[in-house]
């Protein structure tokens, strides 16, 4: 669902992992055409970094 989001409204994306900053950068990227490529793209990036960093912290919970 996320990855949904990440690439229809990344902007919002970036709120739900608790990035509201980047969210406000990436919104006024987003609002050109042009740039909601490199949004969208940016948006993906981060929820993939958000999951493995949710891994790496179960991991050492779990120690």
Same mark, same amino acid.
């Given at each position: 669902? $996320?990855? +949904?989001?990440?690439?229809?409204?990344?902007? =919002? #994306?970036?709120?739900? !992992? &608790? $990035?509201? +900053?980047?969210?406000?950068?990436?919104?006024? =990227? #987003?609002?050109?055409? !042009? &740039?909601?490529?490199?949004?969208?793209?940016?948006?993906?990036?981060?929820?993939g970094?958000?999951?493995?960093?949710?891994?790496?912290?179960?991991?050492?919970a779990?120690?």
């Amino acid at each position: 669902m $996320r990855l +949904i989001l990440a690439l229809l409204l990344p902007w =919002l #994306q970036f709120f739900t !992992i &608790g $990035r509201p +900053i980047a969210g406000m950068v990436c919104l006024v =990227l #987003q609002i050109t055409i !042009i &740039g909601w490529i490199p949004a969208a793209i940016w948006s993906v990036y981060a929820l993939g970094q958000y999951k493995t960093d949710k891994k790496i912290a179960k991991a050492m919970a779990n120690r």
